[in-house]
């Protein structure tokens, strides 16, 4: 059976050939205010309390809640595993 897929030894991603990206964005103002928060942040971690207080609305919350941090934690990741967010 043939494979769709080829390995990218580089990233070691298995990915379709003819595949580029997906365009997907919360809107350029959303990615800037984003980008701002977690930049000035001093505690960027999972379970943040600072990045917490900025959750006001679906992209934010979505982004910065903690609420999303126990999805993983089975795996037992630490900071030596790579890991690829998918959607």
Same mark, same amino acid.
């Given at each position: 059976?043939?494979?769709?897929?080829?390995? =990218?030894? *580089?990233?070691?991603?298995? %990915?379709?050939?003819?595949?580029?990206?997906?365009?997907?964005? /919360?809107?350029?103002? !959303?990615?800037?205010?984003?980008?701002?928060?977690? =930049?000035? *942040?001093?505690?960027?971690? %999972?379970?943040?309390?600072?990045?917490?207080?900025?959750?006001? /609305?679906?992209?934010? !919350?979505?982004?910065?809640?903690?609420?999303?941090?126990?999805?993983?934690?089975?795996?037992?990741?630490?900071?030596?595993?790579?890991?690829?967010?998918?959607?």
């Amino acid at each position: 059976m043939q494979s769709d897929y080829h390995l =990218d030894p *580089a990233t070691g991603v298995w %990915s379709q050939p003819e595949f580029n990206s997906i365009d997907y964005s /919360d809107g350029e103002e !959303t990615e800037q205010q984003l980008q701002h928060i977690i =930049d000035t *942040a001093s505690d960027i971690s %999972s379970l943040s309390p600072e990045l917490r207080q900025h959750c006001a /609305d679906w992209p934010t !919350t979505y982004h910065l809640s903690g609420l999303r941090a126990n999805i993983l934690r089975p795996f037992e990741i630490t900071e030596d595993h790579d890991v690829l967010e998918i959607g």
